[in-house]
Nanobody, 123 residues
């Protein structure tokens, strides 16, 4: 069973960097695609970035503006989100999720999610 666990969140200042990790506590990961999403207080959850698991090609939300990089390790056990030049409006709970074989394309219908990790950016 796929159980996703996020880590790497924290409190940082504007301009700082963080690297988030997402692992499957039950072993290796073999989804079609995985992604990072975030939810700020009082706002809907939104897409940040996603990664085609085999091709390792990523796509990003427009607000990322080249600041974030999504990747995975060669062993296919962990997905990452390197976040640079963080801004206060990046403050949110960040979630990873997986699109498993047979799952819908639309991320809002993915059923495999982690519990989230808090990222707080403030001066």
């Amino acid at each position: 069973q796929l159980q996703l666990v996020e880590s790497g969140g924290g409190s940082v200042q504007p301009g700082d960097s963080l690297k988030l990790s997402c692992t499957n506590s039950s072993g290796s990961l073999n989804p079609i695609r995985m992604g990072w999403f975030r939810q700020a207080p009082g706002k809907d959850r939104e897409f940040v970035a996603s990664l085609h698991w085999l091709r390792r090609s990523g796509n990003y939300a427009e607000f990322v503006g080249g600041r974030f990089t999504i990747s995975r390790d060669d062993a296919k056990t962990t997905m990452y989100l390197q976040m640079n030049n963080l801004r206060p409006d990046d403050t949110a709970v960040y979630y990873c999720a997986a699109r498993l074989p047979g799952s819908p394309t639309e991320w809002t219908e993915w059923s495999t999610w982690g519990q989230g990790t808090q990222v707080t950016v403030s001066a």
